[in-house]
């Protein structure tokens, strides 16, 4: 099956999470008691400065307390296998060995996608490997059959990660999956007050440290450093 397109939707963000992580940074400076602020302190201005101050000093376990859950498909098994990397995180993925692939959708990386002949080759390689499978389900289960799928095979999957855990996602991915640029712009729209300096480590560094990885975006630590 051809190519399905990425699509990532907020389930849902913590309630009043500006609040939350404001009551609970403001316990660490405060004789009050949290659940006092929380109720008392309604300026969200003062809220999201007080909270912009503390990510700026690195105080950064406050934003523990708000989580954001995304439902994501369109992806690749290759990006999820990098996603469940992250450890500070929790996921529900679509299980090869209860969901049959006797139709698979798959992902074309974006430098075969462009080149025609490459794009009818990889089509070609991914028919043979539909069939293979098909032919493996006749005689053994999902289980095993799922074996010769590719890694570009599509899947769905529903992450949750605090704010201070998608930092540091930011930080690691955006320059290199689509997927944390579009869960960068929900929490962008979200919580800015957290966010709105949030994404690839380039930004904060001034040059990118993946050498011949790199984007292209920024320059690399040499050049920046005029070496
Ligand atoms: C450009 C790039 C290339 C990569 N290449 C490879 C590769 O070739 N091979 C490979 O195996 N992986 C590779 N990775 C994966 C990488 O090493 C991390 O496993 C992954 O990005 C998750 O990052 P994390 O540990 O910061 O995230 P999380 O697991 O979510 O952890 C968040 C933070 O919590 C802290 N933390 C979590 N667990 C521990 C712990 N056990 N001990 C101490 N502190 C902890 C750390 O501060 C960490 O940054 C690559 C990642 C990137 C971005």
Same mark, same amino acid.
Request: one cysteine or more.
């Given at each position: 099956m051809p190519q399905s397109k990425l699509n990532v939707q907020l389930l849902e963000v913590t309630q009043n999470a500006l609040s939350v992580i404001y009551a609970s940074a403001r316990q660490c400076y405060s004789p009050e008691f949290a659940g006092e602020i929380f109720k008392n302190e309604t300026d969200l201005d003062k809220q999201e400065k007080f909270i912009e101050k503390i990510i700026s000093s690195g105080h950064?376990?406050?934003?523990?307390h708000v989580k954001f859950t995304f439902a994501i498909e369109g992806v690749s098994r290759a990006l999820t296998h990098q996603l469940v990397r992250h450890r500070i995180a929790s996921y529900s993925q679509q299980s090869q060995r209860y969901v049959k692939e006797n139709n698979f959708e798959y992902i074309v990386p974006p430098s075969i996608e462009k080149d025609e002949n490459l794009k009818k080759e990889f089509k070609n390689i991914m028919d043979k490997i539909q069939k293979a499978y098909n032919e493996l389900l006749k005689t053994t289960s999902s289980q095993d059959a799922? @074996?010769?799928?590719?890694?570009a095979a599509e899947t769905k999957i529903v992450v949750t990660m605090n704010c201070r855990e998608l930092l540091n996602f930011f930080e690691e991915r955006c320059c290199i999956r689509k997927l944390a640029y579009e869960m960068l712009l929900i929490c962008k729209r979200e919580l800015s007050a957290v966010f709105?300096?949030?994404?690839? *480590?380039c930004l904060k560094l &001034?040059?990118?440290?993946? &050498? *011949? @990885?790199?984007? &292209?975006?920024a320059p690399l630590k040499d050049e920046a450093l005029g070496r």
């Open positions: 950064l376990s406050p934003l523990e799922r @074996f010769v799928l590719p890694q709105s300096m949030a994404g690839p *480590k &001034g040059y990118c440290p993946e &050498g *011949k @990885f790199s984007c &292209g975006l």
